[in-house]
């Protein structure tokens, strides 16, 4: 084992410790919770077995275990950018619905109804 496989197992775990740790701020569901533990366990298997890797990739069609990880790699993080952008795009319909119903009790109890 080289090094950087050390360094990279050991920053994965501490990932995975603060994840584990801050689950209350966290608001993920359960399943993205479950995938994102299986994804951190198929790299640390991926950096572990690198010719099992290979062998994957080549029955799926690619030539190299690397490659195979880059494309996953990129899809994690196509879904991480899409709930990010979807988690901010409520966060900003909430937060508009708010100010409106502040501005209508604001307006309320300067011009109240008789």
Not at 9 to 19: D, E, M, P, Q, T
Not at 23 to 36: D, P
Not at 97 to 103: D, G, I, K, P, Y
Request: charged share 20%; hydrophobic share 60%; aromatic share 14%.
């Amino acid at each position: 084992m080289i090094w950087f496989q050390i360094l990279a197992i050991l920053g994965i775990v501490a990932l995975v410790a603060f994840f584990i740790v801050h689950r209350g701020t966290a608001r993920a569901s359960a399943w993205v919770k479950l995938l994102f533990v299986a994804f951190v366990g198929f790299g640390v298997y991926a950096m572990l077995r690198q010719d099992d890797v290979t062998w994957v990739a080549n029955k799926l069609g690619i030539q190299r275990g690397l490659d195979l990880v880059l494309f996953l790699l990129v899809i994690a993080f196509a879904f991480t950018t899409i709930s990010t952008y979807l988690r901010f795009r409520e966060l900003e319909i909430k937060y508009a619905r708010l100010a409106r119903a502040v501005a209508l009790q604001a307006a309320e109890r300067e011009n109240p109804k008789s």
